[in-house]
Every structure is written in C-alpha cells, then in structure tokens.
C-alpha cells in the first residue's frame, strides 16, 4: 500500500501522514480535469492561460521561504539549494507564460501543388498524467506543468510518496494563481490507481520522471493502453577531461558536477573519465576536494537511499574498486568518496555522493569509456581544444553535452535522454511540443484571412 508521509529523511521518523485516494477521489479527479479541459484547452485563449502561469512564477517567487523549507524537510536538500530550486522553477513559469503565444503561434506550411494555403496548429489534447519523483519536487513539476498549461492540457499530479507536503503546496499555488478547478489536481494515488488513470479513455498521456524499473512499469501499461509516454529516467553521466588550461577550474566544476543535490540527481556527473597525461594530477586534487566535503554533506533522501547506496560501494569494492572516503555511514549521511579501478562490467548508477574515476590513454577511449553504459542522459567535456570538443560531442551516446560548463541548464534547454535514461524532451519549444495535436488546416482556396491567432477550440 502507499503511503504519503513526510518523514525526517535523517532518521525515517515519520513526521506527518497523509491519507492515500480513494477509488472515488480518483474519479472525482479525472471527472473535474475532463471537464475543465473543454474550457481550458479549447475556449481560453494563449494570452489568458500565459496570464495565469505568470502569476505561478510570481507565487513561487513571493513563497520561496515556506516553499524551500517544505522540501528541505521532506527530503534533506540544503537549504540554499532548495531555494534555488524554487526560483529555477519560477523561472520555467516565467519563461512559458512570455513566450507561449510565440512557441504556439500557428506554423504555415507552402503548398507544392495546386491553390491554396497549409498550415499547423497546435492544439492541446486533453487530461495528462504527471508521475513525479522526490529529488527536484518543484522543479521537475515545472517543466511539466509550465509547458502543459500554457498549451491547453489540464494535469493530474501524482507526486513522490515522500513529497505529501510540497505537492499539496504546488497545487495551492495554482489554485490560488486562479486556474479553474479541474485543471491542475493534485492526487494522492496508489501504483493500482495510476494504472487504472491511464487506462482511463479521457487521460491522453503521461509523463514520469523515475527509475528504470519505474519507467518500464509505465510504458507497459501506457502501451497497452495506446498512450503517449515521455520518459526521463536514470543517467550515468561522463565527465570527460581531455585538457585543462587550469586544472583547479576543471576539479572545482568536477565537484560542483557530482554533488549537487548531495549527488542525488539524474544528470550528475557520475564518471570522471580523465585522459593519462593529467590523470595523477586530477585525481589527487579531486580526491582531497571531495573528502574535504565530509563534515558539510547533508542527508541522503532516506534511511533506505543510503543503505542502497552503501550496498552499491561495498559490491564494488568486493570486486576489486578502491575507495578513498572518511568515516562510515551514519543513518542516512553517507561519507562523499572517489572510487577508483572498477570492474569493467560495473555499470550501476550511484545516487549519493560517491564519484567513480577512469584513467583512458587518449581520446579515443575516453569517448569508448563514456559510451559503455546502457543510459544516455548527460555528458560533459572539458577541453582547451574546441575541434575536439565538437568531434567528441558528436560521438556521444547521450541526449545532452555540456562543453566546458556545469549547471548550465536553463528553461530554455530541452532535456531527455536516449538509451534507458529514457525519451522525449522536456523544457524549450521541445518541452511544449510532446504532448500536442499538430493540426493540419489545409485550405483549398484562397479566403480572406485573419492574421490574429486563433485559439484552438
């Protein structure tokens, strides 16, 4: 059985429950965001749904404070950074609510034979599935919410059982921004209800941000069902040193890579695959930065997230990796630590504050050892020599490649993967571009036109 409760990720000590959906609450929920959407998607206008996401983006700006503390609590992130992640995500409001007349505006197409005018619409369809997961609470709410809105969708959120509380905020703010009810629900469901949700004819699509075992069950049943999935899952991103004009720059963008999020974060950089030549150097700068972390490093997620981390180390160390770290864990800290001389065949994704180091002879390696691993989320690379940076980015198996920078994210970025991190793109005009009817109006002969865009009805 579910359960949503939020709990002192530290100890596990349950702070507060909240009670899980009933199958009649369900129903509630899915009845108001199909009836909302015939106003919603096919009435309101661009202009009127921007209005309101960018009183979303104010909302989360004027909360931040209580908005920050709610997740801090929830799920351990330091406080400053939970505050960053609630202006990033009013940022994302902020970046749809002004650019959404433009990214919707209709797309004429020329006609290559016989009189006449083409062109796209797009057009919102309907009830959508949001499956949310407890690292970024705000912000992968955003950049599912934000786009969605803005085109006419209307969203059930089903959020991280550890994340009762901030869910409950999410939904406040949109009522309170003055959204129509039924178009942003909030539900407390169970892995039965959600099955049932998708199988439901007026729900259009889902989105899930999870693990792979997550993303498998999802798509299972959203193929059943003939259902549009987007999925982001897990990543193993390589950090790629090939060069360094100031090797120190290099490992303080290596530590900023891996421990954001006390290193609980899909597209972390997770391996640091250094060429021979600076190899040594590296690693011993980025050693001594990483166990001089020890004494500031937050909790983990949950009692369960460290143990299943501390497992992952010990496997590998088992197998013939050796760990530098200090200390042991203690309930859920977990010690930051490098590990180094892997197991070729070790290809798990560590969530936490370990980071995993590769020596490769030269280029060519560097871009083999990258690519061995079945995700496919992010990469970096750092190199004084951009010709290089451009090959080596061509040649990498992931959906992102950041070149010379670290926290270079932004609203207006897509964001996915390929491999099992997963597919389809979130945030950008590819983020509002998903879960779209691209509608053909094709006119057979010349009339008199508008050159007003016109709501989709």
Request: charged share 25%; hydrophobic share 40%; glycine share 8%.
């Amino acid at each position: 059985m579910t359960v949503y409760a939020m709990a002192d990720p530290s100890t596990g000590k349950v702070v507060k429950e909240y009670p899980t959906a009933t199958d009649e609450s369900i129903r509630h929920a899915m009845d108001s965001a199909a009836a909302a959407h015939r106003e919603w998607g096919r009435v309101s206008t661009v202009s009127e749904r921007a209005t309101l996401i960018r009183t979303v983006s104010e909302l989360h700006e004027e909360r931040k404070g209580e908005l920050a503390q709610i997740i801090h609590q929830e799920m351990g992130k330091p406080l400053d950074e939970c505050v960053g992640e609630v202006e990033f995500s009013a940022a994302i409001y902020s970046y749809y609510a002004e650019r959404a007349e433009t990214l919707l505006a209709d797309e004429p197409i020329p006609v290559l034979d016989g009189e006449g005018d083409a062109l796209i619409r797009r057009c919102s369809v309907g009830v959508l599935l949001g499956i949310m997961p407890w690292n970024y609470p705000y912000y992968q709410v955003a950049r599912f919410a934000g786009p969605n809105l803005a085109l006419g969708n209307t969203i059930l959120l089903k959020h991280a059982p550890q994340c009762p509380e901030s869910a409950a905020a999410l939904e406040q703010i949109f009522l309170d921004a003055g959204f129509p009810a039924g178009t942003y629900v909030n539900i407390y469901a169970t892995n039965a209800q959600v099955a049932d949700i998708i199988a439901d004819p007026r729900v259009q699509g889902v989105s899930l941000t999870g693990s792979e075992r997550a993303g498998a069950a999802i798509a299972e049943i959203a193929g059943r069902n003939l259902k549009k999935v987007v999925l982001e899952l897990g990543g193993s991103d390589p950090f790629i040193l090939l060069s360094a004009a100031d090797l120190d720059a290099a490992v303080d963008a290596a530590v900023a890579a891996r421990f954001e999020n006390t290193g609980q974060a899909c597209n972390a950089a997770k391996r640091f695959i250094v060429t021979a030549d600076i190899y040594d150097d590296f690693l011993d700068k980025f050693t001594t930065r990483v166990l001089a972390k020890t004494d500031t490093t937050a909790p983990l997620s949950s009692l369960a997230a460290a143990e299943h981390l501390e497992d992952q180390v010990q496997r590998a160390v088992d197998a013939g990796a050796i760990l530098a770290t200090q200390g042991q864990r203690r309930d859920a800290f977990f010690p930051p630590g490098v590990l180094t001389n892997l197991p070729p065949d070790f290809r798990e994704e560590l969530f936490g504050p370990v980071a995993a180091v590769y020596r490769a002879a030269d280029e060519e390696q560097a871009v083999e050892l990258a690519n061995d691993t079945p995700f496919g989320l992010g990469s970096y690379v750092f190199t004084t020599d951009m010709n290089q940076a451009h090959r080596v980015a061509d040649r990498l198996e992931a959906g992102m490649v950041f070149v010379n920078a670290v926290g270079a994210e932004g609203p207006e970025l897509p964001f996915g993967g390929v491999k099992r991190s997963g597919f389809g793109r979130e945030l950008g005009r590819y983020g509002i571009d998903e879960f779209v009817n691209k509608k053909l109006i094709r006119i057979g002969r010349t009339a008199p036109s508008s050159t007003e865009q016109q709501p989709c009805r």
